[in-house]
């Protein structure tokens, strides 16, 4: 089956270990079961694992992607929690120490088929499409869980998500809207801006510069860059949530600050199968639509892999089977 997968590892060319090839079917563990991908999506984690971060070297060649919907083995609908948890571990997946997302452990999605845990699935809404439905189980469910479980945000509070043009700022941007909350967002470049204000974004700010007044929550993904200005941002008493780091994870800690105004710094990693499950609810109800940069054949899979390297994206990339 054609596969793209992680042959070797680069920090600085995460492009050269890159491959799309046909690759062996999916080896299938008891109480597992095949999908047939219909369509998977792009995320940082990706090139993370194309760097050398998170995935050892010894567990190469890796198929990579996270996230996929597509068709069980009855040809149902379905969408794939991409967090697998220790067989024996009950309750918030996400807690358990054991867990690893597909592609760390096990094969990932970019793939024509992908081995799952049989309660790793949930079913797709025909409402959704398949290229919808491939955004949500890593951006989006983390975005979800960041602002809802994690911020707590309630309608008429005001969060500042940093780095809008990002997968999990643009769910953020559109989930927070759509919920009621007073959104701002930062980018650097003009135009991503003006998206993210189409979004539904009350209020788009160069990053770093000063705000109208402070915010109650942070949606931080951005890391280093922009992590002196999030806790700057920040009411006394307000939440940072961070879920990523992509420019760099040795920010000025700012701990006076953070004691002083008694500021919050909750981390967040994905999302549990319940929350999947109520994110797909609230996509398939129409009251939000997964933000789609760009669709293309998993065969040219190396082409988005490039714009996200470029940072030239707004929204997901989506590889179709
Ligand atoms: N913990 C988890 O479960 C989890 C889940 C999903 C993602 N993540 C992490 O979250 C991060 C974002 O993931 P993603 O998939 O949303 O990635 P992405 O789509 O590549 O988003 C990157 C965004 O970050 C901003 N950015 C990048 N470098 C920057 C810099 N030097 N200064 C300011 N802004 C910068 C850019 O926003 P502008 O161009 O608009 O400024 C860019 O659009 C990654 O590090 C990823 O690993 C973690």
Redesign the pocket.
Known sequence: MLAVYAARQDPDDPLAGLEVEPLPEPEVPAGWTTVTVRAASL???D??SLRGVGLPAERLPMILGCDAAGLDEDGNEVVVHGVVASDAWRGDETLDPKRSLLSEKHPGTFAERVAIPRQNLVAKPPELSFEHAACLP??WL?AYRMLFTRAEATPGSTVLV????????TAAIVLGAAAGVRVWA????EE?RARALELGAEQAFE?GVRLPERVDAVIE???Q??WAHSLRALKPGGAIVV?????GDAPPAELTRTFFLQLRVLG???GTRDELARLVQLCAAGSVTPVIDRTMPLADARDGFAA?VA?D??GKVVFTV
């Open positions: 995320n940082h984690h090139l993370w890593t951006a983390t940093q780095g809008a043009g990002g997968g999990v700022a930062t980018s650097r470049s991503k990053p993904t951005v890391g860059a922009t879920s990523g780091a992509t420019s967040s990693t994905m996200m940072g994206l707004f």
